[in-house]
């Protein structure tokens, strides 16, 4: 079978699997069915005993194995997904794909026909109907300016690294040299935003650390046979939260930023960092306080909000706003002459 498949089909032909075999599975068996690691079938399975209470039942057999079954008849859905559920899963496949997330939006299209398929006459009839309709009038929100284009291909090897925790060296373009490298990393995730990412740890003895490489500047990917170990105590969440957007400074900073009372209830509504502070003033401004790494990514954001924003702390953060904000004007004056 494939490796090719997204959490929620994996799952969902691991249910498949289980009701159909009679004598049920071992984790082994799990793995090799769904082209996975064993720890991972192991994972699926207590997701799928948590969605299916009493539903999952073990047998062990004379030789000490231990195989796993689905109950008959309880993979039949207690509660059909309602229209809204199906809209939302269509909307999603489309904001993947305007995003340039083809994989995504894929497998998103895919699980919302299986979905669809799994209505009876009747249900998917009246669904059907307003499916459509509800579309329409929902619209997608389409994000405006240049995107990334990123090769397919290159997303689904290293989707497959990930999962399967394979060693990959790449062939990687520097963007400050225009050199190209040839990084040998564990990947470990994905961040997405203005441009997307791959998180690797690089092993090599003067790096030793995990690392962001733009996966628009992988030329290509090389699988190798080796597989690599997961350090179980990174958090790729926390990771992503040390900055404000993906560069790192080599430290965190005490951000402090005052925006005038004309766009407080703007600037209220975003969520700037995971760990802000909003506080709203007596003269109608608010402070919004976090502590991340960027200042450069942070000057750049600044930048669209104009007068409208004063920078309290860092003075490190104030003077490489100043430091843009004159590399803009030199830019500007260098155009017009």
Request: hydrophobic share 45%; charged share 25%.
């Amino acid at each position: 079978m494939s490796t090719r498949y997204a959490p929620a089909e994996r799952l969902l032909a691991l249910s498949l699997a289980l009701a159909e075999a009679r004598g049920g599975l071992s984790l082994d068996q799990m793995a090799e069915s769904l082209g996975v690691g064993r720890r991972t079938a192991e994972r699926l399975r207590d997701t799928l005993n948590r969605l299916l209470p009493d539903g999952l039942t073990s047998i062990l057999l004379d030789d000490g194995t231990k195989r796993w079954r689905v109950t008959a008849g309880r993979l039949m859905p207690h509660h059909a997904p309602t229209l809204d559920e199906m809209v939302e899963l269509r909307l999603a496949a489309d904001r993947a794909r305007q995003q340039g997330l083809e994989h995504e939006a894929e497998r998103l299209g895919s699980l919302a026909l299986k979905l669809e398929a799994s209505q009876t006459r009747a249900q998917y009839r009246r669904a059907d109907e307003n499916l459509a309709d509800l579309l329409a009038a929902t619209g997608v929100v389409v994000r405006p300016g240049p995107r990334e284009a990123i090769a397919a291909d290159l997303i689904e090897a290293l989707r497959e690294a990930v999962l399967a925790n394979h060693v990959v060296r790449l062939v990687y373009r520097r963007r400050d040299t225009g050199q190209l490298s040839y990084p040998i990393l564990h990947p470990y995730g994905f961040l997405t935003g203005s441009r997307a990412y791959l998180v690797g740890f690089n092993p090599h003895p003067d790096v030793q650390a995990h690392r962001l490489y733009a996966i628009a500047n992988i030329e290509r990917v090389r699988p190798t046979r080796d597989c690599f170990t997961r350090d179980e105590t990174f958090d790729l969440h926390a990771y992503a939260a040390r900055s404000f957007g993906a560069f790192w400074d080599g430290e965190m900073f005490d951000v402090i930023w005052r925006f005038s009372a004309a766009v407080a209830a703007d600037a209220r509504s975003f969520r700037f960092h995971p760990t802000q502070q909003v506080t709203t003033n007596d003269d109608g401004t608010i402070t919004v306080a976090f502590r991340a790494s960027g200042l450069t990514e942070m000057a750049w954001h600044l930048f669209t909000w104009g007068s409208h924003v004063e920078v309290l702390a860092p003075e490190t953060l104030r003077a490489r706003y100043r430091d843009c904000l004159a590399a803009a004007v030199h830019t500007v004056h260098a155009f017009a002459d």
